[in-house]
């Protein structure tokens, strides 16, 4: 497998997990005896999933960094810039998500998932999309 298919079989593996995540932290209503009641959070499931999810995707990153600097040097006329800067700027998000699970508290925990842990998920799947048309272009050229 080439280090291009490698990184997409990695989008679609990660796209599992954000599904798991999304699924984690979409409130869903349940109702019981005709009283709507928000259903409770499993922590401890919870932060598992994000510190898989985070490992995968530092990781994959790594890969990733490694082969798009490769690129740039051979694809001077494919802009990579982005792709790169994105990386910098999902890794604050990031930092904020893993402080609040460090915290241990599950209010802080709470709130960063309601806020950046929202924001990652739509940022990753928009940068991962992007990513894949980026490895299209690479794949083009390369023919
Ligand atoms: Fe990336
Ligand atoms: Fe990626």
């Given at each position: 497998?080439?280090?291009?298919?490698?990184l997409r079989k990695e989008h679609k593996a990660l796209e599992i997990e954000l599904?798991?995540?999304?699924?984690?932290?979409?409130?869903?209503?349940?109702?019981?005896?005709?009283?709507?009641?928000?259903?409770?959070?499993?922590?401890?499931?919870?932060?598992?999933?994000?510190?898989?999810?985070?490992?995968?995707?530092?990781?994959?990153?790594?890969?990733?960094?490694?082969?798009?600097?490769?690129?740039?040097?051979?694809?001077?006329?494919?802009?990579?810039?982005?792709?790169?800067?994105?990386?910098?700027?999902?890794?604050?998000?990031?930092?904020?998500?893993?402080?609040?699970?460090?915290?241990?508290?599950?209010?802080?925990?709470?709130?960063?998932?309601?806020?950046?842990?929202?924001?990652?998920?739509?940022?990753?799947?928009?940068?991962?999309k992007e990513e894949n048309e980026l490895f299209d272009k690479i794949k083009n050229?390369?023919?």
């Open positions: 497998m080439t280090s291009l298919e490698i599904k798991e995540l999304e699924a984690l932290i979409s409130p869903e209503i349940d109702e019981i005896e005709g009283e709507e009641e928000e259903k409770e959070v499993n922590y401890p499931n919870l932060t598992h999933t994000i510190k898989r999810l985070i490992e995968f995707w530092n990781s994959h990153e790594g890969k990733e960094e490694k082969f798009l600097r490769e690129m740039e040097d051979k694809y001077q006329n494919l802009k990579f810039d982005t792709i790169l800067f994105q990386h910098k700027e999902l890794s604050g998000h990031k930092t904020v998500i893993m402080n609040a699970i460090n915290s241990g508290n599950e209010f802080e925990i709470k709130v960063a998932l309601d806020t950046d842990g929202r924001i990652i998920l739509d940022k990753i799947r928009k940068h991962m050229k390369a023919q």
